[in-house]
């Protein structure tokens, strides 16, 4: 089993930045790709950003594509996203999610296999 637990969450003014945390623990000697993943209320999840195992490849959804940088510490088990120029659409609860025995960056949420509790990022207008 693999606890993933989000921080750095909170309100910021639209154009600001936030960098979110996503620290694991538990059985983190194995491989794991990670994303991360959003939901706005009233809305469905959906996908932001994904990095593989050594951190040579990333992906991120067309709407962050440019603002937001995903990246990972495997030394410390934890991977980041740092988000830049915010916008009130950004406003979403921010979910961790790990993908075990994978290299390769996936998007899928159902292809997760072990998610955080959340972090809620807030822009404000």
């Known amino acids: 089993q693999v606890q993933l637990v989000e921080s750095g969450g909170g309100l910021v003014q639209a154009g600001g930045s936030l960098r979110l945390s996503c620290a694991a623990s538990?059985?983190?000697?194995?491989?794991?790709?990670m994303g991360w993943f959003r939901q706005a209320p009233g809305k469905v999840r959906e996908f932001v950003a994904a990095?593989?195992?050594?951190?040579?490849?990333?992906y991120y959804a067309d709407s962050v594509k440019g603002r937001f940088t995903i990246s990972r510490d495997n030394a410390h088990n934890t991977v980041y996203l740092q988000m830049n120029t915010l916008k009130p659409e950004d406003t979403a609860v921010y979910y961790c999610?790990?993908?075990?025995?994978?290299?390769?960056?996936?998007?899928?949420?159902?292809?997760?296999?072990?998610w955080g509790q959340g972090t809620q990022v807030t822009v404000s207008s």
């Open positions: 999610a790990a993908r075990k025995q994978s290299t390769v960056v996936v998007t899928a949420g159902f292809q997760y296999d072990y």
């Open positions: 538990g059985r983190t000697g194995s491989i794991y790709a």
């Open positions: 990095i593989s195992w050594s951190g040579g490849s990333t």
